[in-house]
């Protein structure tokens, strides 16, 4: 299977990496090839940033795991979702989701854990204020780099 990605030796894309307009795809797709490969390390398939964007398309997180499994490239999974989602959106509206996506703040009981994480692997970074901006870091963090 080539399109393995091993989570335990670097990080998936960034949530703010397209495929076919949409942000978080390509992230989540690293996570399940990961997952199904056994080389996740501490990264998590179907998640709640991945539930939204499952729920946006329409998709079922266990139906895109098998295609995933079948070891389908990008391009063919895009092919497969566009397929099967139940939600149909124009370019418009999903350009302005993947755009919402990556400003999206910490909001209500996520602050917390937003705060938790940020104070754990960037506590002089004021600038960290997306998700986006705190999984980069995250991921950058986590292999070895200095935030």
């Avoid at 390509?26 to 997952?35: C, H, Q, S, V």
């Avoid at 056994?38 to 539930?51: R, S, T, V």
């Avoid at 397929?83 to 755009?99: G, L, V």
């Avoid at 937003?114 to 950058?140: G, K, M, Q």
């Amino acid at each position: 299977m080539n399109n393995i990605t091993d989570l335990t030796q670097r990080p998936p894309r960034s949530m703010r990496t397209r495929l076919g307009g949409y942000a978080l795809l390509p992230r989540m797709l690293d996570k399940g090839r990961a997952e199904i490969a056994g080389k996740n390390g501490e990264y998590h398939y179907n998640c709640p940033l991945d539930q939204r964007i499952l729920e946006y398309l329409g998709v079922d997180a266990e139906a895109l795991r098998k295609e995933l499994a079948a070891g389908k490239g990008d391009g063919e999974i895009l092919e497969w979702i566009r397929s099967n989602q139940k939600n149909k959106h124009t370019d418009a509206e999903i350009e302005a989701w993947s755009d919402a996506a990556g400003k999206r703040v910490p909001e209500g009981e996520s602050i917390e854990f937003f705060n938790e994480i940020r104070t754990a692997t960037a506590p002089h970074r004021s600038d960290i204020t997306t998700w986006a901006d705190l999984l980069d870091v995250d991921d950058y963090v986590t292999f070895g780099g200095k935030a």
